[in-house]
């Protein structure tokens, strides 16, 4: 019994610790991408939120124009990512 409870802790801090993780992008379909934007929306302050959603409008617009990239495929590069990462590469990416 004793070898019993810190498997059984440590399971709990593992199971506990995945319903606390940030939302990442999912581009696996279009609902997923637009439900997964807005998730990530709702994990930054609201000034970081008004950046994030000038900078996105700026790279989806530039993605259609230059390269007549639609839909799910727009957003692949940034697959997984969380909102800072995908901010931050933004951020990099249009100055």
């Not at 990239?69 to 727009?74: E, F, K, L």
């Amino acid at each position: 019994m004793k070898h019993i409870a810190p498997l059984l802790f440590l399971l709990l801090t593992l199971t506990l610790s995945g319903c606390f993780s940030e939302p990442r992008l999912d581009t696996s379909t279009p609902e997923a991408v637009k439900s997964s934007i807005e998730d990530l929306r709702q994990s930054l302050s609201e000034s970081e939120r008004q950046e994030f959603n000038e900078r996105l409008n700026v790279f989806v617009a530039h993605q259609v124009h230059v390269s007549d990239t639609r839909g799910v495929d727009i957003y692949k590069e940034y697959e997984g990512m969380t909102a800072q990462e995908i901010l931050e590469a933004l951020r990099k990416r249009i100055k």
